[in-house]
């Protein structure tokens, strides 16, 4: 299948170039060139990476099997760096026959460079082929990525060939210029700048940019798009300090525009001042006019309405009006400017801003709060005839001494799961408040993100967020003011951004939003899980969680339970006294329209210490979805001792010796314990790596293949043996934070020096982990978060050894 493309192929001085106008399939087709002549880079499914734990296979010819019931990205990458063009893409992929029954489909995407998506498409039983036709510009680490619901499917292969420009040569600032100006129609402004970079470092004189304008003139019909075109190039040769071509730019940009096409005050005024040479304030007077457009001011007056600041016009005035969600975003990042304060470090200039403004400090503080008593003296300013009491069977977890990422309230969570509210106070009068509205992100970028709207004097939000899952700002959206809750989290996050991105979705579903503001009938709460992919997160955080409703007996007080794309092991199978028809599986991108469409209020239950009833519910979940053979093939292994796991990595934050290392360690361990046995822990990817170690190592070692099992089959493996070896991070959540093993773990100087400390108090009564020091890791760059990093595998073995030692004597 071709997709529609609305190009076409000119020629100018004896070569084909492409050009954005609509034309039939057979006048595009007829300008291409002859196959012979391009150059074509293929790859593989197995030259892309797999996301961890996804089940999948190796088939001939190059072609990768991902099996049924894996859920959100499956593969991706390969980080390649596409030289700028017009390429043809192709994929090709197959469906195995036992899913010809159920109407599989899967998610196709590529990704260049992060986090721009150049292309996405459905791709649906029995299609086997996709054909697409894009603009690769700036393209550096380029993903190719597959998703799937579930469905089995076979990646064969990727076929990149370039049309334009030729072998040999470098695309020109022409087709820079009409590329950029055809992204800009489309509402891709960041794609557009990437182009107009490259006409911009081509144009070093004006002659080269009358060059380029009779280019333009003579072969492209008339359009407005160029005057943009040429406005926006302006102001990248002026960052670039060449400010005579950014002013003919401009001049040239204005050129057969009407005085109703820009406001024309700003028009008058920006053409003074590039006639008297003022290019800043001309700059200025003309982002003014773009900003004052129809559609600018309609954005800002959905924002406003929806806030209650001002009065919201008739929805009959505003149903053809035009949405775009980037296009909504771009305007609200280029318009909005946010003060933060931060209330744990107030300057006098902050103390007087805020009493200024009727802010008061105190009432600041006591929203920061976190506290289960204050909880129920708020629930029961509206409760007075009949008290209630929170469910206090099992605490919460409040923090984690040596982690302060751990501070930020999270009592709130349990007040929304017994009374569907969220509780605070004004910040500006001190009267305690409740709601029940929640807004989450689309696309956060991170864990479930969620702002609670309230009204007091005026509309405020609380914002909740990251795996902490806890209360990290306040905004007030008729100031523009954010006030920081949190020790650590303002330094990780854009807090900025996040808020733009509040408006961009409140613009974009201004309808929805307005119907679930505004409806008087109760809202159903929701417990959001699996929104974020990280699998120590996933137990860490969301589970643990879950664990603390479970055990204050509250998982009936939830109507419905929200799984996100990551669900590396099945909510009911850990909690199968929750109705299977509460739990909606959905993609996590779907939550906020979903909450809005439903009128559901929305939390994400998280705590953060693992207790030990947690790991054997989760050991006992895990049992119950493995084969009779599995199981005796573990009870086999069991016979060895010791019985190690080997943990692999060759990816980032890998031990550059693994392979060496693992076989010297087994060999030497095995002189003193022949009958141990060995179970691989990692990524499918690692099997090449296993096979070199297992080369390595007397043929008499059992050796069992744990790489890429699926979850409930690794956390079996993780309860079964007696050591591990372990890099720190997914693979040592496991067998520590689950299973709680002893064993050695080692990492890059980073993850060793910030996670050492604070790792064994995750989990109750645990076993600490044996962390090698970071004097004893050898990394080029220290300050690299994933970088690569080598150590004497001797360490590790004496480790190990001691602690098969006191195994052996207890």
Wanted: some cysteine.
């Amino acid at each position: 299948m071709t997709e529609k493309k609305y190009l076409y192929l000119v020629k100018t001085d004896g070569k084909v170039l492409p050009h954005y106008q609509q034309l039939s399939s057979a006048e595009y087709k007829s300008f291409l060139p002859q196959q012979s002549q391009l150059e074509t880079l293929r790859l593989t499914g197995q030259d892309l990476y797999i996301v961890p734990r996804q089940a999948h296979q190796y088939l001939e010819d190059g072609q990768r099997l991902s099996h049924s019931g894996n859920q959100g990205f499956v593969f991706f990458g390969p980080y390649w760096d596409i030289e700028d063009g017009f390429y043809r893409v192709q994929i090709n992929i197959d469906w195995p026959e036992s899913v010809s029954d159920i109407s599989p489909l899967i998610i196709f995407d590529i990704v260049a460079p992060c986090p721009i998506t150049l292309y996405k498409s459905e791709i649906a039983y029995p299609q086997t082929k996709l054909q697409v036709d894009l603009d690769f510009i700036g393209a550096k680490n380029t993903e190719f990525r597959f998703a799937t619901q579930g469905s089995a499917f076979i990646v064969k292969s990727i076929e990149l060939t370039r049309l334009y420009p030729a072998p040999g040569e470098k695309p020109t600032a022409f087709y820079y210029f009409d590329v950029a100006c055809h992204l800009r129609y489309q509402d891709q402004p960041q794609k557009s700048e990437l182009a107009l970079w490259q006409v911009a470092t081509q144009m070093k004189t004006i002659e080269q940019l009358q060059q380029l304008s009779q280019q333009i003139t003579e072969i492209l019909p008339a359009s407005k798009l160029w005057n943009q075109g040429y406005t926006d190039l302006g102001q990248l040769l002026y960052k670039q300090g060449q400010e005579e071509l950014a002013k003919w730019c401009y001049e040239r940009g204005l050129e057969g525009l009407e005085a109703g096409e820009i406001p024309s005050v700003w028009l008058h005024w920006g053409l003074q001042e590039v006639q008297q040479g003022h290019l800043q304030e001309a700059i200025a007077s003309f982002q003014k006019a773009v900003s004052n457009s129809d559609a600018s001011r309609l954005y800002q007056h959905l924002w406003l309405g929806l806030n209650e600041i001002q009065p919201l016009m008739d929805e009959s005035l505003l149903n053809d009006a035009p949405i775009n969600a980037p296009v909504i975003y771009e305007y609200f990042r280029e318009t909005s400017s946010y003060q933060i304060i931060d209330l744990l470090f107030l300057t006098e200039a902050d103390q007087d801003f805020l009493a200024k403004q009727g802010l008061s400090v105190a009432n600041l503080r006591r929203i920061q709060e976190s506290n289960l008593s204050l909880e129920e003296i708020y629930i029961n300013h509206f409760n007075s005839s009949s008290p209630v009491q929170l469910s206090k069977q099992a605490s919460r977890t409040s923090i984690l001494p040596l982690l302060p990422d751990t501070t930020p309230n999270r009592e709130f969570q349990q007040t929304i799961v017994e009374t569907g509210y969220i509780c605070s106070i004004c910040p500006f009068t001190g009267q305690i408040l409740r709601s029940n509205q929640s807004l989450m992100l689309d696309d956060p970028g991170y864990a479930t993100s969620i702002f609670y709207r309230f009204t007091g004097v005026e509309t405020f939000y609380l914002f909740a967020s990251h795996w902490i899952g806890g209360l990290l700002f306040l905004y007030i959206p008729r100031l523009e003011l954010i006030i920081n809750l949190s020790l650590t989290w303002k330094n990780y996050l854009d807090y900025g951004d996040i808020v733009t991105r509040l408006k961009k979705n409140m613009v974009f579903y201004w309808k929805q939003v307005k119907q679930y503001l505004f409806n008087p009938a109760p809202k159903k709460t929701v417990a959001v899980c699996g929104g974020y992919e990280n699998l120590g997160h996933y137990f860490w955080n969301d589970i643990s969680g879950l664990d603390f409703l479970a055990e204050n007996q509250l998982l009936d007080k939830i109507d419905k339970y929200l799984v996100g794309s990551y669900e590396p092991l099945k909510v009911n199978d850990i909690y199968p006294e929750i109705p299977v028809k509460d739990i909606l599986r959905v993609e996590s991108k779907n939550f906020s329209s979903l909450l809005l469409a439903n009128n559901y209020f929305a939390v994400r239950l998280t705590d953060i210490l693992i207790k030990e009833s947690l790991a054997k519910k989760l050991y006992q979940a895990s049992l119950k979805n493995c084969s009779t053979e599995f199981l005796a093939t573990v009870e086999q292994a069991k016979q060895h001792f010791p019985l190690i796991w080997i943990n692999l990595r060759s990816h980032s934050k890998a031990w550059i010796s693994q392979v060496e290392g693992n076989a010297n360690i087994i060999q030497t361990l095995s002189q003193n314990y022949p009958n141990l046995g060995v179970i691989f822990d990692g990524w499918k990817d690692e099997a090449d790596s296993m096979e070199q170690i297992k080369s390595l190592i007397p043929s008499s070692i059992s050796t069992y293949n744990g790489l890429g099992c699926p979850m409930h089959e690794t956390i079996v493996w993780a309860f079964a043996i007696d050591v591990y070896i372990s890099i720190v991070g997914s693979g040592l959540t496991l067998v520590t934070w689950i299973a709680n093993k002893p064993g050695v773990a080692h990492s890059n100087y980073g993850h060793l020096k910030y996670q050492s400390d604070w790792w064994p108090e995750v989990r109750e009564n645990i076993i600490p982990p044996l962390f090698l020091s970071t004097d004893q890791i050898q990394q080029a760059d220290i300050d690299a978060p994933y970088g690569d990093y080598d150590c004497d595998w001797k360490v590790i073995y004496d480790g190990v050894f001691k602690i098969v030692q006191q195994l052996e004597n207890s």
